[in-house]
């Protein structure tokens, strides 16, 4: 029977009954509904709403619902509308007369917004605990290969000598403000919605400031409409979410990248990669396509949490349901992937001999020869087209500009001396690079001090 059935002569269609019923998606949120509903009938009881005897007798039935479900001994009735008809018709069935008065002076619509809200505060705590895990490990790494000197890109060519370290660092950079909009979006979902009511609050003596306080909420929602009708917190949380995963994604194609043969700056552990059903000799990393693939997930989620709730006059309305799928998709996907992709790193192997070997050619440390030459007192400009006529006579001559004979230097710039082999060995180029923010081995290892400190 549903909860409207005074005002109807016939049950609903079958078939529409699937569709309309978010049973199969907010059942997940059974708990938030019981500590809400018990919140609520605390609430009306002190403020004298319901007698207090019955509202310690539903706060006792709702606890027993509560440990029924959770130990298995309650299935929750995939038919039903949604998970609070469901809540409320086992209370009822329980209590009987008793368990009709829950529903006093509350909407399913305030009651949906408190639990969604509910929801996502544990949820938003679990994704930075998730997050800072993965920022502790790149800082332990970073550490570690402070002074392993690579290739830094750009355009995915060689540019200038960097370290290991600094790469690393630059990710937990990106994590760090994942953090702090993962915090904004807190901020934003502990706000109390209840007593809203459908959208009007209620002519009942409710005290909002009870609820708010017995479910641990920060604020409570100031406009009754805005409390049942807004889900921004939900966009936000997509938000912060997509931008994760846009971090993530970026860092796995490197990861993919540095797996090749073509690279081997990196070998993942093979706890943490797949084989080939053909090929004998495949490693493949599998996780890092994936994450970076989950990520059109993400993106997706939250171009639906815009798009449903762009053009709904306010206040609740039932594309409002559509919330759920998108934003919890969102949130699974994202703690997925950080499930595998913080022990994928924590694993990895890195080979910092490739990395020294690849950044040996392409020249890397063109800029700090031309930069030599500055020093000495030449004009940039001129410098720079001494230097690029240097590494053209390097490719000419297949070597390199560690290994060119001083004299061929001199032919092309008599400024040159001995000196210039000390200002282009790579570890000199990135040492010297010790300007805040850049990838002295110095700078990284207090870098990655500070944001371990930051988290902690
Ligand atoms: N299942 C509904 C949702 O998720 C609950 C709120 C129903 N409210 C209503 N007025 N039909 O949005």
Redesign the pocket.
């Known amino acids: 029977m549903k909860l409207w059935a005074g005002r109807f002569s016939k049950e609903i269609d079958k078939k529409t009954n699937d569709f309309n019923?978010?049973?199969s998606f907010?059942s997940r949120m059974y708990r938030e509904d019981i500590e809400g509903s018990i919140a609520h009938a605390e609430m009306i009881g002190e403020c004298g709403i319901i007698d207090k005897s019955e509202s310690a007798a539903i706060i006792e039935g709702l606890k027993g619902i509560l440990a029924d479900i959770d130990s298995g001994k309650l299935t929750i009735d995939p038919n039903a509308?949604?998970?609070?008809?469901f809540i409320e018709g086992e209370l009822t069935q329980r209590l009987g007369q008793t368990g009709k008065r829950l529903h006093t002076a509350r909407?399913?619509?305030d009651?949906?917004a408190v639990d969604?809200r509910l929801y996502l505060k544990k949820e938003i705590l679990n994704l930075k605990a998730q997050v800072k895990e993965l920022i502790t490990v790149l800082c332990n790494k970073a550490k570690q290969y402070a002074d392993a000197v690579m290739p830094g890109y750009t355009h995915l060519q060689r540019a200038q000598p960097i370290t290991f370290g600094h790469h690393l660092m630059a990710y937990a950079e990106m994590l760090l403000r994942d953090l702090d909009r993962l915090e904004c979006a807190y901020k934003h979902t502990d706000s109390m919605p209840l007593g809203c009511g459908?959208l009007a609050t209620t002519t009942y003596p409710i005290d909002r400031t009870i609820t708010a306080r017995l479910l641990g909420f920060e604020n409570i929602c100031q406009n009754s409409l805005d409390g049942v009708s807004d889900r921004d917190f939900c966009m936000e949380l997509a938000s912060a979410l997509s931008i994760i995963m846009v971090h993530l994604s970026r860092f796995s194609e490197e990861i993919i990248m540095w797996c090749s043969w073509e690279f081997k700056f990196v070998e993942l552990d093979d706890a943490f990669s797949t084989g080939s059903s053909i090929m004998p000799q495949k490693k493949n990393p599998d996780i890092a396509e994936l994450v970076r693939g989950k990520s059109g997930r993400v993106f997706g989620d939250l171009m639906t949490l815009l798009t449903v709730m762009k053009g709904i006059a306010l206040a609740?309305n039932?594309d409002?349901?559509e919330?759920?799928e998108a934003v919890f998709d969102a949130v699974d996907t994202v703690k997925m992937c950080l499930t595998a992709f913080t022990p994928m790193i924590d694993t990895m192997r890195v080979l910092p001999e490739n990395m020294r070997k690849a950044a040996a050619n392409g020249f890397i440390n063109a800029t700090d020869c031309a930069d030599y030459l500055v020093k000495k007192g030449l004009p940039f400009r001129d410098a720079y087209k001494a230097t690029g006529t240097l590494v053209a006579l390097c490719i000419e001559k297949n070597t390199t500009l560690e290994e060119l004979p001083i004299d061929e230097y001199k032919k092309i710039c008599d400024t040159f001396d001995e000196g210039v082999y000390e200002a282009i060995s790579l570890e000199n180029c990135v040492n010297g690079r010790r300007a805040l923010g850049g990838p002295a081995s110095v700078n990284v290892a207090a870098q990655a001090e500070r944001v371990l400190k930051a988290i902690n």
Do not use: L
């Open positions: 019923s978010s049973i907010d509308e949604d998970i609070h008809t909407s399913r619509n009651q949906v969604i459908a609740y039932k409002m349901q919330d759920k």
